[in-house]
T-cell receptor, first 109, second 115 residues
């Protein structure tokens, strides 16, 4: 069965420290993976997707098919990065996303 | 850009009642998906509609139904409400059926409380 696992419910770091939010997936096909973010009092929004291979707000994520992982990384965390982060797997039919449980990132001054 | 709009924002219902939630997609978006988010969990897929046809259904009982109108807006209906249906219901729209080429845009959700 398809599944997305985010092992950390809460990740707390200091400003300027590196950040890595972990995401592992279970899917036998060719995965399409996304990171969504929800800032306080805002709607869930797309942060980045693996097919774009882009860096958004300093965040990057690399798909590792061997380890079935799609970890989100940022070398220097900022206070405004504090938010809820969800890793999501898209199946072939498009609009169906399978979300992980989410990781709350707290960046302290 | 008005974004995806959902109504109502909050709703309180009693067990056994019926509820209808509404969603207006971003202009030009033909696909609408519904998700249920229970407190402390990630969103869980309920339905996807594209061009007024159901294109996907998650693992939810038949008490849950939905439809999409000619203007691409959508309704989610839940019958015989249970306490466990209490959740945030999210609507998301996208331009096309294929999510990889047209990312989902989410609304703010409807908070349903069943007492």
């Amino acid at each position: 069965a398809q599944r997305v696992t985010q092992p950390e419910k809460l990740l707390s770091v200091f400003k300027g420290a590196p950040v890595e939010l972990k995401c592992n997936y279970s899917y036998s096909g060719s995965p399409e993976l996304f990171w969504y973010v929800q800032y306080s009092r805002q709607r869930l929004q797309l942060l980045l997707r693996h097919i774009s291979r882009e860096s958004i707000k300093g965040f990057t994520a690399d798909l590792n098919k061997g380890e079935t992982s799609f970890h989100l990384k940022k070398p220097f965390a900022q206070e405004e990065d504090s938010a809820m982060y969800y890793c999501a797997l898209s199946l072939f039919q498009g609009g169906k996303l399978i979300f992980g449980q989410g990781t709350e990132l707290s960046v302290k001054p | 850009d008005a974004g995806v709009t959902q109504s109502p924002t909050h709703l309180i219902k009693t067990r056994g009642q019926h509820v209808t939630l509404r969603c207006s997609p971003i202009s030009g978006h033909k696909s609408v998906s519904w998700y249920q988010q229970v407190l402390g969990q990630g969103p869980q897929f309920i339905f996807q509609y594209y061009e007024k046809e159901e294109r996907g259904r998650g693992n939810f009982p038949d008490r849950f139904s939905a439809r999409q109108f000619p203007n691409y807006s959508s309704e989610l209906n839940v019958n015989a409400l249970l306490l466990g249906d209490s959740a945030l219901y999210l609507c998301a729209s996208s331009r096309f059926l294929d999510g990889s080429n047209s990312p989902l845009h989410f609304g703010n959700g409807t908070r349903l409380t069943v007492t």
